[in-house]
């Protein structure tokens, strides 16, 4: 699709925090924010700028937004309409469209996905409201729920040249319509690897249900009878089945390796330069599953095997990021570590392109909630598993990171150790204690 050129989006919301963190998605997508508190305001400001798009919060479409819509289609302007709201509100999407809304964006949104939004919607057709419209209660239209605030973008000192920014731009606006339509994937993943995610992350798996699909991939489960047969168990005869390598193992930790294994192709190159990087994201990425699966233990979490491929996928977006500049022909980071237009695309579209690709693979909600919100997890649902979960996949990446396991020039991912500590309410030093512990037997297999 065409790149439009930036373009005054007006935002209607009555709650102004609210309305602050759409305006970051919006200026980040390269467009012009301008807010109104409510709908009169709305309309008393035309004539000061030209709006070529109206962006309404479900708060305040329940202002009077479907008249305001028909006012809009009166007038000689071209504009273009679109709806700001939670999940539930796309089941009446049909009488939303009848009454002019063009696109709805549910919550939370990211920059990638209203760059999306927002050109696809800038590049077709201008409001029209041809024919009879339903008439929607706009009292039970849902009030807004709220969105992650953008994080402080990383300084740009890099000795890599920065990337073409247009370019890039085109790229990720390519790649998460691509996600979105599921017409896109990570390299040659194993299918085996998304469809572990249920059995690894049941209590209730048996070590026949994992076997006989570990089975269905041959160099998995060639993996898998490796690491049963590793310097670990060395004295011990040598098994050459699946059965005898999970009872071995344990059915848990026999998941675990296989989905570790069944991933770690998304973490490899064939491009000079690029392995160095993507190994170092691998060890961290394992490294903070396993610390994260410790701490889930230590605190008596049920579903550890849930918590373990919670982490594994988190930060799956940063890898679609490596490949695109692959893909664009950059030269990989001399020194392993990312910096520069690379560490800044990665801090800012990671989290929406993982989630776009999770969901494109139809994993659980619960995933993808963490992949969006491990920056931040006190934007999710306080006293919850997925929120519990998140501090702790947050808290453990920060630990990792901070013991020495980065791959980025800015260390500052993740919620501070002692903030996601607070949450759980355990002591900063279970974290400093199970990243060690999972560096140190990370090391040993080494």
């Not at 989905?259 to 691998?282: C, D, H, I, P």
Request: with cysteine; hydrophobic share 40%.
């Amino acid at each position: 699709m065409k790149l439009q050129p930036p373009a005054a989006v007006l935002i209607i919301d009555p709650d102004d925090s609210h309305a602050q963190k759409i305006v970051q998605a919006v200026d980040r997508s390269g467009h012009i924010a301008v807010v109104a508190p409510s709908v009169d305001e709305a309309k008393a400001r035309r004539g000061r700028r030209t709006i070529h798009l109206v962006l309404f919060t479900s708060a305040a479409w329940k202002q009077g937004g479907s008249k305001y819509v028909k006012l809009l289609a009166e007038s000689s302007d071209p504009v273009r309409v679109a709806m700001v709201g939670s999940e539930r509100l796309l089941r009446r999407a049909p009488e939303f469209a009848s009454q002019g809304i063009q696109r709805q964006l549910t919550e939370p949104v990211s920059a990638l996905e209203m760059l999306v939004t927002l050109d696809e919607l800038l590049a077709g057709p201008p409001l029209s409201l041809d024919g009879t419209e339903e008439e929607v209660d706009e009292e039970e239209v849902e009030a807004p729920e709220p969105t992650p605030s953008s994080r402080t973008e990383a300084p740009v000192d890099s000795e890599e040249p920065w990337a073409d920014p247009t370019e890039v731009r085109a790229q990720l606006h390519g790649l998460a319509n691509d996600l979105r339509s599921g017409n896109a994937n990570l390299k040659d993943i194993s299918p085996v690897a998304i469809e572990l995610q249920g059995l690894v992350g049941d209590p209730e798996t048996t070590l026949p249900r994992l076997v006989e699909k570990i089975e269905q991939d041959p160099k998995l489960a060639a993996a898998i009878l490796k690491a049963s047969n590793a310097a670990a168990y060395r004295g011990m005869p040598n098994v050459l089945d699946l059965e005898s390598a999970g009872r071995r193992l344990g059915t848990r930790r026999l998941g675990e390796i296989a989905q570790t294994e069944a991933l770690r192709s998304a973490f490899t190159s064939g491009v000079k330069g690029w392995s160095r990087l993507l190994s170092r994201m691998w060890r961290t990425t394992v490294v903070t599953a396993q610390t994260a699966r410790d701490i889930a233990e230590k605190l008596g979490e049920r579903n550890l095997g849930a918590v373990y491929t919670m982490a594994l996928f988190h930060n799956l977006g940063e890898v679609l990021i490596i490949d695109l500049y692959q893909k664009l022909g950059y030269k990989a980071p001399r020194t392993g570590i990312a910096d520069g237009a690379l560490e800044r695309e990665m801090d800012a579209q990671h989290t929406a392109l993982g989630t776009l690709l999770l969901r494109s693979w139809r994993m659980p909600p619960s995933i993808a909630a963490i992949a969006f919100h491990h920056h931040d997890p006190g934007q999710l649902p306080a006293g919850t598993p997925v929120c519990r979960h998140a501090w702790m996949i947050g808290g453990a990446y920060r630990a990792v990171v901070e013991a020495g396991y980065e791959y980025k020039k800015t260390k500052n991912e993740g919620p501070p150790v002692a903030a996601a500590a607070a949450a759980l309410g355990i002591k900063p030093e279970m974290f400093t204690d199970a990243a060690e512990a999972a560096i140190a037997r990370w090391t040993g297999m080494d």
